[in-house]
C-alpha cells in the first residue's frame, strides 16, 4: 500500500493555468509512489512532447510535485505528485540515504545487537527480545530487526538456534527462534562451532510438538539419546 500523505489545501490543484497542466499532475499522480520519468511521460503521448518540460518546471514551482532519483540510476529522476512517499524500490528502503547505503547506521546497529548477546554470553536470547530492544530503543520495524540479525548470521557472527527447551534453552519455548554468539577463535584460528550445530533437535521437523512431558520429547527420542552416549 502507497504511503499517501494528507493533501495540502494549497497543493489540490486549484492554481493550475492551464488545462494540460491539470492533466500531466493527474498523470504523475496515478503512478502514486512510483513515479514516473520524463521519457514515460513523453512517452504518453496524452501531452505534447515539447510541453513536457515547462510543465512539470510550472508544477514544481507551485509546489505540486517533486523530483526523487532513483537508487539503481542516479541519473534519472522520477517524479511523483508531493502527496506521495517514494517506494522501497526508487529509494532502496530505510536503509538507505538519498539513495546511498547507510552503512555506518547498519554497523552501529549490528555492534549494539553484538553487545546484547555478549551480555548474555552464556544463554541464547529470542527473537522476541532482540526485537523488542531494537524497537523500542532504536526505532526499528520488526522487518529490520530481522534483517540486522540475518546479516550478522551471514556474517558468521552470530548464530540462529531453536530452542529444545534443555539447558541454556530452559527458559525458552522449544521451538522459539533464538540467537547466540558463534565461537570464538581457537588455537588454530578456527572458529569454533556452537554446541547447538551438532545436537539433533536443530533439525528435526517436529521441534515445535516437542515438550518435555509430551508424546515427543527429550527423553524420549531415540537421536537426542544417541547425540547424549556420543
Known amino acids: 500500500m502507497s504511503k499517501r500523505k494528507r493533501p495540502d ?17 493527474n498523470l504523475i499522480r496515478s503512478s502514486q509512489e ?10 504518453d503521448k496524452t501531452i505534447p512532447a515539447t510541453m513536457i518540460s515547462r510543465l512539470t518546471t510550472s508544477l514544481k514551482k507551485k509546489n505540486l510535485i517533486k523530483e526523487v532519483a532513483s537508487m539503481n540510476n542516479r541519473g534519472v529522476k522520477h517524479f511523483l505528485a508531493m502527496e506521495f512517499e517514494p517506494s522501497k524500490e526508487l529509494t532502496g528502503g530505510e536503509w538507505y540515504i538519498d539513495g ?20 548474555h554470553r552464556h544463554r541464547v536470547v529470542t527473537l522476541e527480545v532482540m526485537c523488542g530492544y531494537f524497537v523500542k ?11 540486522i540479525l540475518k546479516n550478522l548470521v551471514l556474517d558468521n557472527v552470530i548464530m540462529e538456534v531453536k530452542s529444545n527447551g534443555l539447558n541454556e534453552f530452559a527458559s525458552t519455548r522449544i ?15 578456527e572458529a569454533r562451532a556452537g554446541a547447538f550445530a551438532s545436537v ?6 517436529h ?24
Open 9 to 25: 489545501p494549497k497543493s489540490s490543484g486549484s492554481n493550475l493555468n492551464e488545462p494540460h497542466e491539470k492533466l500531466l499532475l
Open 34 to 43: 512510483k513515479g514516473v520519468t520524463m521519457n514515460e511521460l513523453k512517452r
Open 100 to 119: 546511498t547505503l547507510n552503512l555506518s547506521k547498519i554497523e552501529d546497529l549490528k555492534a549494539k545487537c553484538v553487545m546484547i548477546l555478549e551480555r
Open 137 to 147: 530503543e532504536e526505532k526499528l520495524s520488526v522487518e529490520q530487526t530481522k534483517e
Open 175 to 189: 521451538g522459539e527462534v533464538c540467537y547466540k554468539l558463534t565461537g570464538k577463535k581457537s588455537g588454530n584460528g
Open 200 to 205: 539433533p533437535c536443530g533439525a528435526c521437523p
Open 207 to 230: 521441534i515445535g510438538l516437542c515438550s518435555p512431558d509430551g508424546v515427543i520429547s527429550p527423553t524420549t527420542c531415540v537421536y537426542f539419546q544417541k547425540w547424549l552416549d556420543f
